[in-house]
């Protein structure tokens, strides 16, 4: 089955840390870009976080930079998004997609191929 697949949420209190991944089966993560997008009640889908195919290149929203780090792990097929400094206004389900033509800036804008069902992370006290 083909899909991607986002772990790692969860609640934790403000100033903490947490660490999503998100996994592909049925196809090789390596030809595709990634993007991290949040989503809180009552608000727009945000991209928070994305990188490229090949280069490595990365992009981060203002909320997140200097807190949040997307790396991949080719050899294990995922991509992680590490999140430090964790604040309330973090708190949304988090999506995690590959996607074949993405530009890795503002909002990750491009084709995504394949979304996750999202992974839910609460930071409150």
């Known amino acids: 089955q083909v899909q991607v697949v986002e772990s790692g949420g969860g609640l934790v209190q403000p100033g903490g840390s947490l660490r999503l991944s998100c996994a592909a089966s049925?196809?090789?993560?390596?030809?595709?870009?990634i993007g991290w997008f949040r989503q809180a009640p009552g608000k727009e889908r945000e991209g928070v976080s994305c990188i490229s195919s090949s280069d490595g290149n990365t992009y981060y929203a203002d909320s997140v930079k200097g807190r949040f780090t997307i790396s991949r792990d080719n050899a294990k097929n995922t991509v992680y998004l590490q999140m430090n400094s964790l604040k309330p206004e973090d708190t949304a389900v988090y999506y995690c997609a590959a996607g074949s033509i993405v530009v890795v800036t503002t909002g990750c804008p491009g084709q995504f191929d394949y979304w996750g069902q999202g992974t839910q992370v609460t930071v409150s006290s």
């Open positions: 049925g196809f090789t993560l390596d030809y595709y870009a």
